[in-house]
């Protein structure tokens, strides 16, 4: 990774020029990432118990979402996201409740349970566009976000973030390239994580690197650690600035990996080798940076013990509560679709409604997630 | 009707600062048929501008644009180019306020000539609406007069939800009506009635409402026979209380237009009479649609319903 | 069921060496539903491979691929992921035989799961038959037996045209049947008549057999009425003849389908009986399907239709 | 445009070194350029006098599709065509009949009249697939195209060729993605000629050029004087003797002009500057490769006379034949849907023959083509 940016190296060594950020702002860092890894264990015991059908495991990815959250300005700016990179939410201040009442799909999940888990939407403590299933269409969202603050003349930017398989798809295109012709304060964030589902980085295109599709669009593309907190705070900030400045989209290639399987379901042994595996343990994100934090005199053994014990109560009972709470009504199938329920719908959420009624409920029997 | 929509662009952009007009070539040149003519010059290029050639771009930059507070109206060159943004208005317009919970929503106008009329060909006459009416979440609305296509444009700016606006581009120069000056709607999901009658209704939209008033008038004229036409204008949500309230005041019911009839928009008017007023039914209910074909060139006026096909349907369902 | 559809696949790319499959993670990942599982190990990474992300360039690497010579089998992970290569599908792969006056074609297939049955939500349950159905130039197969799968999948990849095969991921782990070793096929465009009855038809296809074939079950249980379910199996170019005959027969009529109600599949069955044999009608035909509304997840059940619904749709067309 | 690659300059010298070609290649290129400005004429004039419908001028261009179809080898090369190129059919020796009948759609026309005008379709001098409206969707089918040679070891490739406009496609996106992946046999050609439409070149993109843009893909960039014939084959050949060679994809970028309307019915002064053309027409195609012919002693003002007279007059008797033709049968709106007619169609196509004979024919009115 010649050209890749990096200031904490893989033992924790810093090696570059660290950015001026106050302890509680790299507490919370270390926070956001530890955070993440207790989700995340958590909803892996919750789907193995079969309690939630289904999590995207953020492991390894953490320092990019991380990274890249504590470079924007929440009350102004928004996020179209990528559903790998929630770790972006603990770092803003999310309500856990809210987002294992997502993982549960019940009736306070604000995407109505309507969504799998991890299909995100929040509108507090930042404007975080409701996840999608479908892959890069956030991105030319993004860019329309952003137009429109542009135009208002509003300062705020977007941020949009996508794995290495996203660049194929036709969002990415459409999106850079409006955004490079209009010059919108847009920052492209690429969580090159190795792998698309099966699929890896290098099979997905035969560009140099991710960054490099940036030229396509006469966009700056800039590559950085992506296992390095502090590395992709600088770059992100200052893709951020730029934007804020009226100086155009930047496209960042944060190079990182995926420490397990696509999603709970997977089985990644079928097709990623042990030594994979085993190389970027070595470069595992958290270790990095606490180890950096620690050398630096922001931790010890003991407030980390303090912090993880916290972070795992914290999801624990955020998964009891949401998991207590009723499902959401039958009504909810029928709400939402319009602002305004037309007569046909009416007629069969009531045929519905009635239906239920009468008998017993529905049978749950669930078929299993795939992936 | 183009001048129609035009003048209801220019009239709501005066009226609202967050309505924009945004697609391929809408800017100096002012469309292929002019719909937005001199909306930059007037509004200047931020409220009407030129894309890069991306229908994808168009409508999920229009998304987001709708998300954070505008109203964007943008227009796909011929329908027939809707494709490539498929996705973007299927999974990501039509669903977003489903998705999520109705904290964001999509404001959004898509505008685009559809249907035969200028020798085309495959891709410049196609009539996709059913595609669209059958997604959930996307409202479908269609003019066939110009003040119905200056009302019901400015009702569907106004709206809070997707709207895909198809405009007949075979009447884009027909019809010299005056329409008033300055702001009206026209409401979202109620049918016109053409002309009244209780011998057989005939439902249609677009470009196929002149067609069937003409049909109506021979037969009118050869048979003394009172044929109710009725325009839908908005295919969703429908007024189907109103289609099922015709069916049964006539009792013969005659479905046109010119997509292609499998699966086509006229299949659910028949599914939905059949399933709530069978029992008024004295004929079957019969289709005169475009055929189960691409669109052809040369043959188009063959290819196209035109009177005399309407006029033969609606004798069958009268003498059955 | 999927493992006919791999025993499909690999007998078919024995026989026939023209014969590709490609898409997201068929390769050495088998599938996400492990339809493609040992392929690539048995027949190399020419006639097995992964894909970029890019649906768009599936089908457009596909169409070329076909029309120089090749049989691709495309597979598109899931059908809600198929809007991004609408435009292929629809504009291209369905129309190229007619506009190029037959010198060039598309024999083609698109596998993709489709259904509930997952707890998928919004993006890995929807059932978009109705938009391929309604597009000429495709065919449109589903199959619901393991039986069928293989034969019908057979003869998809060696017809001729565009097929869109779309298979119930709801029975992909369900029915243990065996079938046949080798080779065989099963007709495009015959229906299957999986229980015999006069009393009243069920027209129904996909994951949504065994459900109606349960209620009919019900209904002799309960009230001695014999129901004939009918699969329909091929959608595209649907065996009309058939359709008719058994709603002449019964005189009664229950359409089912997971995908929404409003332009459904299912519209096109009530409007073919509606325009060709209303006069044996004894009771409204009646739809039970999917709600109009995007996908739900938590309460996929209660959205999909189950036997008592379509227990209950008998019913009424039985006492109207 | 330093760094494209020229060889003769605007006033017909020569500036680098020429490719070897022999005399008849050299006349059979000049000859195709003169036929496509005859043809061109005459199609305008259909077009004025409400002949046909539609055509695509090709004026400006022509040193771009000529040079790039004398690179190729028609007994196995494929083209996927863009709308505005068929000055290579000339060259590779089209029966030009054949092309009027598609502009009349006549009975004889390849696509049976169901396509607009210039939608030509070839087996015959070579695979030229049939042109689609939609933009950019051959791109990817040249790959599929290519990848079927390959896989069977055949050494043929494919040209495909493409507006500048047309790169912000998803074909664009989507089919160099995979022809990079997969090292596929194809050259790709983007037809700079300044204008999408009314859309300028700079405002479709801002990238730097739109050569390249095949660094997002990993594959060779090259900028060429599209309006400099020998230019353009010498560039062509080298991209596909490396696809016959199993060295991968190629992506050229000829820059060219547009010198008139979009099409038969597009006003450009609405928004193309006098001054542009004024420009361009002095960097004139034909007149720079005339002027060059004539400098080495291959043409002279009486040999430029008598191809000129004779295009003219073939273009002519063409037209003149194509339009004595009848129209297709009706019974071809129904044809080639599936290669078996379903039963459903086969109802449909009697009920029409049928109506139509019983009856007068339907009113043969037809709007206008707006563009
Ligand atoms: C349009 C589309 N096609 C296919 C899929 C199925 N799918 C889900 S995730 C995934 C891989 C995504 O890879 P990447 O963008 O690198 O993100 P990562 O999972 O690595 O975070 C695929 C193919 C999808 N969701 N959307
Ligand atoms: C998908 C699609 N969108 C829009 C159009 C309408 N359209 C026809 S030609 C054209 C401009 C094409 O520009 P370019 O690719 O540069 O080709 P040129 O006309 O300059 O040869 C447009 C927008 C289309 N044919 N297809
Ligand atoms: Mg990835
Ligand atoms: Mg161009």
């Given amino acids: ?371 | 009707m183009v001048q129609a929509v035009n003048d209801g662009l220019r009239t709501i952009m005066k009226e609202d600062e967050s309505v924009l007009v945004m697609g391929e070539d809408v800017g100096p040149k002012g469309g292929v048929f002019l719909a937005t003519e001199n909306l930059t010059k007037e509004f200047g290029k931020e409220r009407c501008f030129d894309t890069p050639l991306s229908e994808d771009g168009i409508i999920g930059v229009g998304v987001g644009l709708a998300m954070n507070g505008m109203k964007p109206v943008c227009e796909i060159q011929f329908q027939d180019f809707i494709y490539p943004a498929f996705d973007q208005i299927v999974s990501e317009a039509a669903k977003m306020r489903y998705r999520s919970g109705g904290q964001y929503t999509v404001p959004m106008t898509i505008r685009t000539p559809y249907g035969g009329g200028i020798r085309g060909g495959l891709y410049h006459s196609q009539s996709g609406e059913a595609y669209f009416a059958h997604t959930a979440g996307l409202k479908v609305v269609i003019p066939s007069t110009p003040y119905d296509a200056k009302g019901l444009l400015i009702s569907s700016i106004m709206d809070p939800d997707p709207v895909m606006f198809f405009e007949p581009k075979a009447l884009y120069r027909a019809g010299r009506e005056e329409v008033p000056e300055g702001m009206y709607t026209v409401d979202l999901s109620k049918v016109r009635e053409v002309t009244q009658g209780g011998d057989a209704v005939v439902f249609c939209y677009g470009a196929m409402v002149p067609v069937c008033t003409e049909a109506a008038r021979r037969i009118k004229e050869s048979r003394n026979k009172d044929i109710r036409v009725i325009d839908l204008r908005t295919l969703m949500p429908l007024d189907e209380e109103a289609v099922l309230q015709a069916a049964r005041d006539c009792g013969r019911v005659v479905m046109v237009h010119e997509a292609p009839r499998f699966c086509g928009y006229g299949s659910e008017i028949s599914a939905l009479i059949a399933e709530n007023a069978i029992e008024y039914m004295e004929a079957p209910i019969k289709r005169v649609t475009g055929f189960d074909t691409p669109f052809p060139n040369t043959l188009e006026n063959y290819y196209l319903p035109d009177a005399r096909r309407v006029f033969d349907a609606i004798e069958e369902v009268l003498d059955f």
């Fill in chain 1, 1 to 371: 990774m010649s050209d890749t940016l990096q200031i904490i190296d893989e033992s924790g060594k810093k090696v570059g020029k660290a950015p001026r950020l106050k302890r509680e702002t790299l507490l919370r860092m270390y926070r956001a990432i530890v955070s993440t890894r207790s989700f995340d264990d958590r909803c892996m015991k919750l789907q193995r118990t079969g309690r939630i059908g289904f999590s995207i495991p953020n492991k390894g990815v953490e320092a990019t979402s991380v990274g890249a959250a504590a470079a924007l300005d929440a009350a102004q700016d928004w996020i179209a996201p990528h559903y790998r990179d929630f770790a972006m939410m603990f770092y803003l201040g999310i309500d856990v409740n809210g987002m294992f009442d997502n993982m549960f799909g019940n009736a306070d999940d604000n995407a109505v349970g309507r969504q799998m888990p991890v299909h995100f939407s929040f509108r507090d403590p930042v404007n975080w566009l409701s996840i999608s299933s479908p892959l890069g269409t956030q991105i030319p969202q993004a860019v329309g976000v952003a137009m429109a603050m542009k135009q208002r003349g509003e300062k705020g930017i977007a941020l949009t973030t996508f794995g290495d398989g996203s660049t194929s798809t036709l969002g990415f295109h459409s999106g850079l390239n409006f955004a490079g012709v209009f010059g919108s304060p847009v920052v492209f964030l690429c969580q090159n994580n190795q792998w698309a589902i099966s699929c890896p980085s290098e099979e997905q295109t035969a560009s140099e690197s991710y960054a490099i599709k940036g030229e396509a669009y006469g966009i700056p593309g800039i590559k950085v650690d992506g296992n390095d907190v502090l590395a992709v705070y600088r770059v992100v900030s200052e893709a951020v600035k730029r934007a804020r400045a009226g100086e155009g989209p930047t496209l960042i290639e944060a190079v990182t990996f995926r420490m397990g399987g696509h999603s709970t379901s997977d089985d990644p042994s079928r097709y990623v080798e042990q030594s994979e595996f085993d190389a970027w343990e070595k470069r595992d994100p958290l270790f990095r940076f606490e180890t950096w934090l620690k050398s630096e005199g922001h931790l010890d053994d003991e407030k980390i013990a303090a912090i993880r014990a916290e972070t795992d109560a914290e999801m624990m009972a955020a998964a009891k509560a949401a998991e207590a709470k009723p499902r959401p009504k039958l009504g909810t199938i029928f709400s939402d679709v319009w602002e305004q329920m037309p007569p046909h719908l009416d007629a069969q959420m009531n045929a519905c409604i009635s239906h239920f009624a009468e008998r017993d409920e529905a049978v749950d029997e669930k078929g299993e997630f795939p992936l």
